[in-house]
Every structure is written in C-alpha cells, then in structure tokens.
C-alpha cells in the first residue's frame, strides 16, 4: 500500500493528492512588504514636501492679512506714510490689532513674530513690508507682490 498522500487512479496510475493552499508563504509576504516600503519610500518626501508647502502659504496668507490691516490702520489715522508703524509690533500696535481682529500665528514657527518692515518704495515710508521670523518664508510688500 502505497505512502498516505497519494491514491491510484485507475490502470495503476499513482498519483499525488493535491492540498489545497491555506495560507500565504514567506516569500509572497517578503514581496508584498517590499513593494509596500517602496511606495512608501516614493510618497513620503511628496508628503512632506506638500506639508511645508502648505505651511508657507498659509503663512503668506496670513501677512497678506496684516498688511491689509496696516493699510487700514493708516487710513483709519489719516496717516500720510507709513512711518508710525515701521518696526512696531504687530500685536502692540492697537490701531493694526483693531483691524486684524484676532492674533494670527505662524504655522511653522507657532509664533506672531511679524515685523512691518521699510518697503522699496520712494520716498521712504511710502510703502512697506511684513516679515516672519521663518526666513524661508520671505516677505510680503502691498503693491509689489499682490494687492
């Protein structure tokens, strides 16, 4: 009699019977774990990249608002430059803070460190420009770079 695991199928033909797969083997999940690290591994520094892109816009958004506030403020004063408010921070300023209505915070650096800066504009104090504390962030000048 033949091993258990094998049956004659006629005209003394052995065969071997066939298990059916219950489970996965080693090397189909090795596979299936390296094509996972490596699309991982594609879409990880795009996230991150999306991310910091993000911040910056956001941050950009928000001296766009403080510059529309500052325009206010000076209008609001009857202010013929804007020398009242060059190196004043933006937070103790109440003319400026009664147009921005509420503190607004750099994503990156979760602090309201702006600072309204001389403008490139002629003559001096005619125009100006809002910086963050994150140099990768830049500045923002009404009239230059937007509204």
Excluded: W
Excluded at 22 to 44: D, N, Q, S, Y
Excluded at 112 to 119: E, L, V
Excluded at 125 to 133: M, P, V, Y
Aim: proline fraction near 5%; hydrophobic fraction near 40%.
């Amino acid at each position: 009699m033949p091993s258990p695991g094998f049956f004659y199928r006629g005209y003394g033909v052995l065969l071997r019977q066939v298990r059916s797969k219950r489970a996965f083997t080693l090397i189909e999940l090795l596979v299936t774990v390296m094509i996972l690290a490596i699309l991982m591994a594609v879409a990880m520094p795009l996230y991150i990249g999306a991310i910091k892109d993000s911040t910056r816009k956001t941050c950009r958004a928000n001296m766009q608002t403080i510059a529309t506030a500052v325009v206010a403020a000076k209008v609001k004063l009857k202010a013929s430059d804007y020398s009242s408010f060059m190196n004043a921070d933006v937070y103790n300023e109440p003319d400026i803070m009664d147009n921005l209505g509420s503190g607004i915070i750099c994503p990156e650096e979760s602090t309201n460190d702006y600072s309204i800066q001389n403008g490139t504009g002629l003559p001096a104090n005619s125009t100006f420009k809002i910086g963050c504390t994150e140099t990768a962030h830049g500045t923002f000048e009404p009239g230059v770079d937007g509204i």
